[in-house]
């Protein structure tokens, strides 16, 4: 026999075996898949394991056992895979880390991915919205903000990134981040998506947002033709229309009461204490619908509608006779803020100073702000700062950290004390550093008190880029004025939103520049607008400084 037909044998063997071989591979790879899909996860993880042993596709079994094992065991699989070579996370296997470390809320190893992913995954929106919704849950809102951004502006009709930005505005303190958020949420509210629905049911709860005629008509029509009808959609859609038709009060109440009641007495009993339909309230928990209310529901129901008419004995009765489940801390705090409404004093009640000596003793969180705000609203306040300084002691998380802080600002700045009001938002950023509006205050007020650092200029030169249609112009252009940068002041003002000349700080801002310009006009125009009342005692100075200056040029 010659060599040439063994040659051939043995070719045509090894052709065979190979085909077999690559056939069993795909086999495998596939059961794989298919195992995946159907949520077997151990029998995934067995078909991949086989060719990652034996065949030659290696990476694509890994990235298959890798997705099952994040199903099968999410822990174990985010520490395993975030200490994984780079090189070999595939988009697929990155994106359901996010995904899963996302659901699980943990995120200690999340940027080894954004490393893995950005170059490749830079401009996906799935990327984009799952970093953003991360970055927002790790306290990191720069970052949030500018995934958001740059997947907005590859598709601007992103529901859930419209949602977000719109749920993001909402919690910043300032009127005009409440009419952004506005837009943002009209817009996620014109898709017929959950998410959609979920911007519509804000816009019609929050009522922090300015929302005009047309708005509420729009917002009803919305509602009324989503696919998804449920009874929070119908309360929200009943409180539009007692805002668009007051004459219809009682009856639209009616027949909420009537449609809503039975299912959601607990939705009902809560929706007519926010509209202070009190009679409604109390005639609802006396009625069968009612029923299934708990009973420390049902007083707490009857106390509040008690306490909105004006009610004050009956509640305390209410307190006293069914309020058995209050322990003494509670109810000493109840009966501080009903002692209050009945006397009107120039120092605190014995009830507070009782309530306070209980909730600093037990370290009371909840129940100290409660009696710090009491105090602050009635002008106690120097209780008001202790109470709040309490509370700043026994707070454990960030957030009860960050209330506590900003509550002290707010106090000390009402009652002009720049420095202490600086303190106060320094602490706060160093908890909440990304939060713009503080920020501002904070580089405002420290202006105010000394002469602006290049630093701190070029701070808020940032954060007047990061949000040109803000207050921020203002306080930059005093800042700029401050340290005799005129023309760039000047440039600064020209560019402010005029509503913002309602602010008296933002006024004194424009009549400072105008006088260094010789504009005794504009200076005299402001400087007339303004009460001395409203400034601190720094701007104060600045205002008579310039008043005197008016009526020498």
Same mark, same amino acid.
């Given at each position: 026999?010659?060599?040439?037909?063994?040659t051939?044998?043995?070719a045509?063997?090894?052709?065979?075996?190979?085909?077999?071989y690559?056939?069993?591979?795909?086999r495998?790879l596939n059961?794989?898949?298919?195992a995946?899909?159907?949520?077997?996860?151990q029998?995934?993880?067995a078909?991949?394991d +086989?060719v990652?042993?034996?065949?030659?596709?290696k990476?694509?079994?890994q990235?298959l056992r890798s997705?099952a094992?994040?199903?099968l065991?999410?822990?174990a699989? @985010?520490?395993?895979?975030?200490?994984?070579?780079?090189?070999?996370i595939t988009?697929e296997?990155?994106?359901?880390y996010?995904? $899963?470390? +996302?659901?699980?809320?943990?995120?200690?190893?999340?940027?080894?991915?954004?490393?893995?992913l950005?170059?490749?995954?830079?401009?996906e929106?799935?990327?984009l919205? @799952?970093?953003?919704?991360?970055?927002?849950?790790?306290n990191h809102?720069?970052?949030?903000?500018?995934?958001?951004?740059?997947l907005?502006?590859?598709?601007?009709?992103?529901t859930?990134a419209?949602?977000?930005?719109?749920?993001y505005?909402?919690?910043?303190?300032?009127?005009l981040?409440?009419?952004?958020?506005?837009s943002f949420?009209?817009?996620?509210?014109?898709?017929?998506?959950?998410?959609?629905?979920?911007?519509?049911?804000?816009l019609g709860?929050?009522?922090?947002?300015?929302?005009?005629?047309?708005?509420?008509?729009?917002?009803?029509?919305?509602?009324?033709?989503?696919?998804?009808q449920?009874? +929070?959609?119908r309360?929200?859609?009943?409180?539009?229309?007692?805002?668009?038709?007051?004459?219809?009060r009682?009856?639209?109440? *009616?027949?909420t009461? *009537?449609?809503?009641?039975?299912?959601e007495?607990?939705? &009902?009993?809560?929706?007519?204490?926010?509209?202070?339909?009190?009679?409604a309230?109390?005639?609802?928990?006396?009625s069968?619908?009612?029923a299934?209310?708990q009973?420390?529901?049902?007083w707490?129901?009857?106390?509040?509608?008690?306490?909105?008419?004006?009610?004050?004995?009956?509640?305390?009765? &209410?307190?006293?006779e069914?309020?058995?489940?209050?322990?003494?801390?509670?109810?000493a705090?109840?009966?501080?803020?009903?002692?209050?409404?009945?006397?009107?004093?120039?120092?605190? #009640?014995?009830a507070w100073?009782?309530?306070y000596?209980?909730a600093?003793k037990?370290q009371a969180?909840?129940?100290?702000?409660?009696?710090a705000?009491l105090?602050?609203?009635l002008?106690?306040?120097?209780?008001?700062?202790?109470?709040?300084?309490?509370?700043? $002691?026994t707070a454990?998380?960030?957030g009860?950290?960050?209330?506590?802080?900003?509550?002290?600002?707010?106090i000390h700045?009402?009652?002009?004390? #720049? $420095? =202490?009001?600086l303190?106060?938002?320094?602490?706060?950023?160093?908890?909440?550093?990304d939060?713009?509006?503080?920020?501002n205050?904070?580089?405002?007020?420290d202006a105010?008190?000394? #002469?602006?650092?290049?630093?701190?200029l070029?701070?808020?030169?940032a954060?007047v880029?990061?949000?040109?249609?803000?207050?921020?112009?203002?306080?930059y252009?005093?800042? +700029?004025?401050?340290?005799?940068?005129l023309?760039?002041?000047?440039? $600064?003002?020209?560019?402010?939103?005029?509503?913002y000349?309602?602010?008296?700080?933002?006024?004194?801002?424009?009549?400072?520049?105008?006088?260094?310009? *010789?504009d005794?006009?504009?200076?005299?125009?402001?400087?007339?607008?303004?009460?001395?009342?409203q400034?601190?005692?720094? =701007?104060?100075?600045?205002?008579? *400084?310039?008043?005197?200056?008016?009526?020498?040029?």
């Amino acid at each position: 026999m010659s060599w040439l037909p063994v040659t051939l044998l043995v070719a045509v063997i090894a052709g065979v075996i190979g085909a077999g071989y690559w056939f069993w591979q795909h086999r495998e790879l596939n059961l794989a898949r298919t195992a995946l899909e159907k949520k077997e996860y151990q029998q995934a993880i067995a078909h991949a394991d +086989l060719v990652i042993a034996f065949g030659w596709e290696k990476s694509a079994a890994q990235e298959l056992r890798s997705l099952a094992f994040l199903k099968l065991t999410p822990e174990a699989a @985010l520490e395993t895979l975030a200490a994984a070579d780079k090189s070999t996370i595939t988009p697929e296997l990155g994106l359901a880390y996010l995904r $899963q470390s +996302l659901k699980d809320r943990k995120f200690d190893r999340v940027e080894s991915i954004y490393e893995a992913l950005g170059p490749t995954l830079g401009g996906e929106p799935e990327y984009l919205f @799952l970093q953003a919704q991360i970055e927002f849950l790790r306290n990191h809102t720069k970052q949030a903000m500018e995934s958001l951004d740059r997947l907005l502006a590859i598709d601007p009709k992103h529901t859930g990134a419209l949602l977000l930005k719109g749920q993001y505005l909402l919690a910043q303190p300032t009127p005009l981040a409440s009419l952004q958020a506005k837009s943002f949420l009209r817009r996620a509210g014109s898709s017929h998506s959950e998410e959609g629905f979920k911007a519509l049911i804000l816009l019609g709860s929050r009522f922090d947002i300015p929302m005009f005629e047309n708005d509420r008509e729009w917002l009803l029509q919305s509602l009324d033709e989503h696919a998804k009808q449920t009874p +929070l959609s119908r309360i929200v859609i009943a409180t539009q229309q007692l805002i668009l038709t007051p004459d219809q009060r009682d009856t639209i109440i *009616q027949n909420t009461v *009537q449609s809503e009641g039975v299912a959601e007495p607990d939705l &009902v009993a809560n929706w007519l204490l926010s509209i202070g339909a009190y009679d409604a309230m109390l005639k609802f928990i006396n009625s069968p619908a009612a029923a299934p209310l708990q009973a420390d529901q049902r007083w707490r129901a009857q106390f509040q509608a008690l306490i909105g008419q004006g009610q004050v004995d009956e509640a305390v009765a &209410v307190l006293n006779e069914e309020a058995r489940d209050l322990d003494q801390l509670k109810r000493a705090t109840l009966l501080a803020h009903i002692e209050s409404s009945r006397q009107v004093s120039d120092t605190p #009640t014995q009830a507070w100073r009782h309530a306070y000596q209980i909730a600093e003793k037990q370290q009371a969180y909840d129940e100290l702000m409660s009696l710090a705000g009491l105090s602050f609203r009635l002008g106690w306040i120097n209780e008001s700062i202790t109470a709040t300084q309490a509370a700043l $002691q026994t707070a454990e998380e960030k957030g009860q950290k960050s209330r506590a802080l900003n509550q002290l600002f707010i106090i000390h700045a009402t009652q002009r004390q #720049t $420095q =202490e009001a600086l303190d106060a938002i320094n602490q706060y950023l160093a908890l909440q550093p990304d939060n713009h509006a503080m920020r501002n205050n904070a580089l405002y007020l420290d202006a105010l008190l000394a #002469t602006p650092s290049q630093e701190k200029l070029d701070q808020m030169q940032a954060l007047v880029e990061e949000h040109p249609n803000s207050i921020y112009p203002a306080s930059y252009a005093f800042m +700029l004025w401050k340290v005799g940068q005129l023309d760039a002041a000047e440039h $600064q003002l020209e560019h402010l939103n005029r509503r913002y000349l309602k602010v008296a700080s933002c006024r004194l801002s424009n009549a400072l520049v105008a006088l260094d310009r *010789q504009d005794r006009q504009t200076a005299e125009a402001m400087l007339n607008s303004m009460s001395a009342n409203q400034l601190l005692p720094e =701007e104060k100075l600045l205002f008579e *400084q310039a008043s005197e200056r008016v009526s020498q040029l």
